[in-house]
């Protein structure tokens, strides 16, 4: 039953689109093309096995790797250039209403820690919160290596540099 329900769902409604932009979204159509030639000459390469077809799938499978690449740098920088723009304009909304759209939302949540013994793995925030503070306590609260000698001796050397 829940599997029926899903798949009308899915049919009626289609996939939720993510709310970021992908290269591949812009040059979805020139992707297709190119992937249903290749994955065709995928098929006549399985279907008879010849040393002909399997030259034309693997430069075709090279081709396509090869526009998706150009595909991509051509996408990243036009999408560099938009965002320089704005920022070179002082359009600060613009700018972070591209970055975002381009890199997505911000990821939510802590990521996991392991206790100060390194056995337990810590996952909640509050955990992870006061593993940081005990972190950062201990490293603020180290005795100096440095001896007062030396410190004293400073003022000295500073003088004779200068």
Not at 19 to 29: I, K, M, R, S
Not at 78 to 92: C, L, P, S, T, V
Not at 131 to 139: D, G, L, N, Y
Request: aromatic share 10%.
């Amino acid at each position: 039953m829940s599997d029926t329900i899903q798949s009308t769902a899915l049919d009626v409604l289609g996939r939720a689109r993510q709310p970021h932009q992908d290269w591949f979204d812009d040059n979805d159509a020139a992707i297709n093309a190119l992937l249903v030639k290749k994955n065709q000459l995928h098929e006549d390469c399985v279907d008879r096995f010849t040393a002909a077809n399997k030259t034309a799938f693997f430069r075709s499978h090279r081709l396509v790797q090869q526009r998706m690449w150009e595909m991509q740098d051509a996408w990243m920088t036009y999408n560099a250039e938009e965002i320089q723009g704005y920022e070179d304009q002082n359009k600060w909304k613009n700018f972070f209403a591209t970055t975002k759209a381009v890199n997505g939302p911000p990821v939510e949540g802590f990521a996991p820690l392991l206790s100060a013994d390194g056995r337990t793995l810590l996952i909640e925030k509050m955990q992870i919160l006061k593993r940081w503070a005990e972190h950062f306590t201990s490293v603020r609260n180290q005795p100096s290596t440095i001896s007062d000698t030396v410190i004293d001796g400073l003022s000295e050397t500073i003088r004779a540099v200068q």
